[in-house]
């Protein structure tokens, strides 16, 4: 999330920053509620699992979300900003 705020703000189109433009503004408003709700489900497994409510259907909810929705989103925000992400 901080290094897409930081590319954002050094990269510049039509001379402009590209963090100046209001797509770029939705896209990283939509990066963080998914960084958001990425949080909040992961810190919902650990609170679950630390109460020793742990069950296969809980943790299949965290397991392969976090990484993937990372990706996705970081990926999202540097690709309409004409970044690529590695």
Same mark, same amino acid.
């Given at each position: 999330?901080?290094?897409?705020?930081?590319y954002?703000?050094?990269? +510049? *189109? &039509? %001379?402009?920053?590209l /963090?100046? &433009?209001?797509?770029?503004? &939705? +896209?990283? *408003? +939509?990066? $963080?509620a998914? @960084?958001? =709700? /990425? $949080?909040?489900? @992961?810190?919902?497994?650990i609170?679950?699992? /630390?109460? %020793?409510?742990?069950?296969p259907a809980? *943790? #299949?909810?965290? $397991? !392969? =979300? !976090? !990484?993937? $929705? *990372?990706?996705? =989103? #970081?990926?999202? @925000?540097? =690709? #309409?900003? %004409?970044?690529t992400?590695t």
């Open positions: 999330m901080l290094e897409a705020i930081r954002t703000k050094e990269r +510049e *189109a &039509f %001379g402009r920053p /963090i100046n &433009f209001q797509h770029t503004k &939705f +896209e990283l *408003a +939509e990066l $963080k998914e @960084v958001l =709700s /990425i $949080k909040t489900t @992961v810190d919902y497994c609170e679950q699992y /630390i109460n %020793g409510h742990n069950d809980t *943790a #299949s909810i965290a $397991k !392969p =979300s !976090p !990484p993937t $929705k *990372a990706w996705r =989103s #970081s990926t999202g @925000v540097c =690709s #309409s900003s %004409g970044a992400a």
